[in-house]
Every structure is written in structure tokens, then in C-alpha cells.
């Protein structure tokens, strides 16, 4: 048999039938019992194996998310590196050191104010033992930054590579436990709250956290240490300051080697060929083109020249814009009576004075509201107006909520 068990397919088979089981409503004892039985540790790749092919197999990514508690006592203390990589979770300024940061300082809170609080209370029910769990509860909540770094700065490169089922399971615990913690803080602001409801919801979101940040430590780190390259790194410490930061504070700047960057980056390079490269992201000039003339709104770009340069060709235009005045000065597209609020507003873009102006007009059976926008480079220097115009009306008239698509 160990022969079977050494096979890394084999294993798969044996880690997919047991989190079946689970499915099929065998306990978490039995299961955890048939995993001692046939294994002493398993991969972070093995488990990412799994779920990716659970996903493929027709299991709903939901089903795996109402297993993922399970998955984490299931594994807790038998998750090992069978390929070890680097531990960028010592690279002080890392995004996975400022991740790790973020984990131990959520684990002091728990461990540190909220579960004694609670058992402050729950021994002699006071109001500042109340009040002090509300304070830490209230920080706990922070941890909805912890999480969002994760969704939209590591999932989305994980994706690019073809795994997906982790993100989709993971993300699906990360609502459930933000729900729990708004329902225990709400739970705290009622008067129905009792010492019983109070343990229960407590101990509950504390829990889920703190399996969630196992599988983060032990699942989801070494997946990214795997996956990702020097670039992918860069992207997301760029990106991290956006976000901000869940019970730390910034943390020192993380140092990488140019050069090595420099090699990492000309692969991607070589892919946009022929692409407009933008501050997030690239488009084709098929892709580009076709994306502003999508937009639900009217725009004309005028440069420092004062000339039009540009204007989106949409279905629903507002205003007559022939391409015949491409390269004319602007205060020649309007008529006199008007041209000397253009040519004002221009002005005091041109100077600093303003980055805005905006009005409202009826027309026709439209309510038109027309932006005007001072557009600069990184350094502030003036490189045109650009005119947002759009039939707002719709917009006005709308009433109550929609939260069901179109039939």
C-alpha cells in the first residue's frame, strides 16, 4: 500500500474521496481518522490539486466553501512544503511579510483582548467588560482590508495561471466571516443581545478566523511562493499602499534589485507588442477604441493647442460632432454667443485656477449634465480639457433598489 500512497496521483485520489466523504456526511472525527491513516503530512500543491479538480469534476466552488472549516482541522498541523521555496515572509516591506504582520497582529487581538473579554464577561456581566469586547470586535472588522488585499492583489495572478478554485473557495469564507463579525457587532449593539448569543456568535467568527488564517499561512503562502515571480511581486507591493493596512502600520519599504526585475519584466514586455500600455493594464487600438465608444456618455478630448483632438463615436450622442472638426480650434466649434465660456474655462485650467467645471442643461427631452476637466501629466503640467457629457435623466428618475438581473 505505500507503495500506492507514495504515488502523488494516488494521494489525490485518496484526499478527494475523503473530502467526498465529508460531502456525503461522514464527521470531521472520522475523516480526520482516515487521514492519519493514510498520510503523515500534505502538500500546499496536493490540496490546490484538489480543489482545482473537485471544480472541474462538477463539485460547486460552494460546496468546497462549506467544507472549508472542515478542510482546515482536517489539515491543521499536516500541511508541509514538499518543494520548499523562499520565505518571503522574512523579507521585511514583502507583501507576504506585511501579510504575516497582519495575521499575528489579528491573532493578538483575538487572543489578547477579545476571547478575555469575553470571558470577563461571560464570568461577571458588566458593562466595561462589554464595552471593551465592542472595541475589539469594532477592530476586528478591519480585517475586511486583511482580505480585500488577497481578492484583488493575489487572486487575479493565481487566475492568470490557471488556478482558480483556491481564490473561489477562499473568497467565498472570506464573506461568510465578514458577515459573521457584522452580525456580532450587531448582535452587541441590540438590546436582544444575551451572555449565551454572545458566546456562541464570539467564538464562532473567532474560529473561523483564526482556520482561515491557517490555511493563509500554511495553504495559500506557499501556493503564491510557488507561483509567483519577481514582477508579480513588484505589481502587488505598488499596489498595496491603495488598500491600506488591517492593525499595523506601514510597514518599511521592501528593497528589490532592479536588474533582476528588469529580467523579469521583458517577457511581459514581449506579450503587448503593438498594445497601448496604460498605468493599470493594456489594450489592443481594436480593444481601446471599441471600450470608449462603449461608454454610456459623450467624450472630446481638446489638447494644450487648444485643438480637438479627439471624440468618442457611441450610439447615443448628444451633440453633433462631425469629424471634420478633428485639428479645429475649439473656440471655433461654438457658436459667439458662447465662446468666451470655453475659452474661460480653458484659461483657468491652463493657469491652475480650477481642474473643473460643470453644468446642467434641458435638452430636448434630456437632462444634460456636461463636465469639464483639466487633464495633466504626473508632474501637473496642463495637456488639455477634456468634455464629459451625458443624458442623465435615467439616472434621476431611478427609485428603490435592483438587485435581479433583466430578464
Excluded at 520548499?84 to 483582548?113: M, Q
Excluded at 482556520?211 to 495559500?220: A, P, R, S
Excluded at 471634420?324 to 457658436?335: A, E, F, K, M
Aim: aromatic share 8%; proline share 4%.
Amino acid at each position: 500500500m505505500s507503495e500506492l500512497i507514495n504515488n502523488s496521483q494516488e494521494r489525490k485520489r485518496i484526499l478527494k474521496e475523503l473530502i467526498k466523504s465529508l460531502h456525503e456526511g461522514k464527521t470531521v472525527d472520522d475523516v480526520k481518522a482516515e487521514f492519519q491513516k493514510h498520510f503523515g503530512s500534505v502538500s500546499t500543491a496536493e490540496i490546490t490539486a484538489v480543489e482545482q479538480e473537485l471544480v472541474k469534476e462538477g463539485l460547486p466552488a460552494e460546496e468546497i466553501q462549506r467544507l472549508c472549516d472542515v478542510h482546515a482541522a482536517v489539515y491543521e498541523g499536516r500541511v508541509e512544503d514538499i518543494h520548499p521555496t523562499r520565505d518571503y515572509s522574512k523579507v521585511v516591506g514583502h507583501p507576504a511579510y506585511v501579510f504575516d504582520l497582519e495575521n499575528r497582529a489579528i491573532e493578538r487581538l483575538i487572543d489578547s483582548e477579545i476571547i478575555p473579554h469575553l470571558q470577563d464577561y461571560l464570568a461577571k456581566p458588566n458593562n466595561n467588560s462589554y464595552l471593551l469586547l465592542r472595541i475589539a470586535m469594532d477592530q476586528l472588522a478591519t480585517i475586511d482590508i486583511h482580505y480585500k488585499r488577497k481578492e484583488y492583489l493575489f487572486f487575479p495572478v493565481l487566475e492568470k495561471r490557471g488556478i482558480t478554485a483556491p481564490p473561489k473557495v477562499m473568497w467565498g469564507v472570506d464573506d461568510e466571516i465578514r458577515a459573521d463579525i457584522k452580525n456580532t457587532i450587531d448582535l452587541l449593539n441590540s438590546i436582544d443581545a444575551t451572555p449565551k448569543r454572545i458566546e456562541k456568535m464570539v467564538t464562532n467568527v473567532v474560529t473561523r478566523i483564526k482556520d482561515m488564517i491557517f490555511k493563509e499561512d500554511n495553504i495559500l503562502m506557499p501556493l503564491l511562493a510557488d507561483t509567483f515571480n519577481l514582477l508579480d511581486w513588484i505589481r502587488i507591493d505598488e499596489a498595496t499602499e491603495e488598500f491600506g493596512y488591517t492593525l499595523i502600520e506601514k510597514p518599511a519599504s521592501w528593497k528589490v534589485q532592479k536588474e533582476e526585475a528588469k529580467k523579469e519584466t521583458q517577457p511581459e514586455t514581449e506579450k503587448n507588442i503593438g498594445e497601448v500600455t496604460f498605468d493599470a493594464g493594456h489594450l489592443s487600438p481594436l480593444e481601446l477604441n471599441s471600450l470608449l465608444n462603449t461608454l454610456p456618455f459623450d467624450l472630446t478630448f481638446v489638447d494644450a493647442n487648444n485643438q480637438v483632438k479627439y471624440f468618442t463615436c457611441g450610439n447615443e450622442r448628444i451633440f453633433e460632432r462631425p469629424k471634420t472638426i478633428i485639428g479645429r480650434n475649439v473656440s471655433l466649434c461654438h457658436p459667439p454667443h458662447s465662446v468666451h465660456v470655453v475659452e474661460g474655462i480653458i484659461e483657468d485650467f491652463r493657469s491652475g485656477k480650477k481642474d473643473h467645471e460643470d453644468f446642467w442643461i434641458r435638452f430636448k427631452d434630456q437632462f444634460v449634465m456636461i463636465r469639464y476637466f483639466a487633464v495633466r501629466d504626473k508632474e501637473g503640467n496642463y495637456l488639455g480639457t477634456l468634455e464629459v457629457t451625458q443624458n442623465i435623466k435615467p439616472i434621476t428618475e431611478l427609485q428603490g433598489e435592483k438587485r435581479l438581473v433583466s430578464e
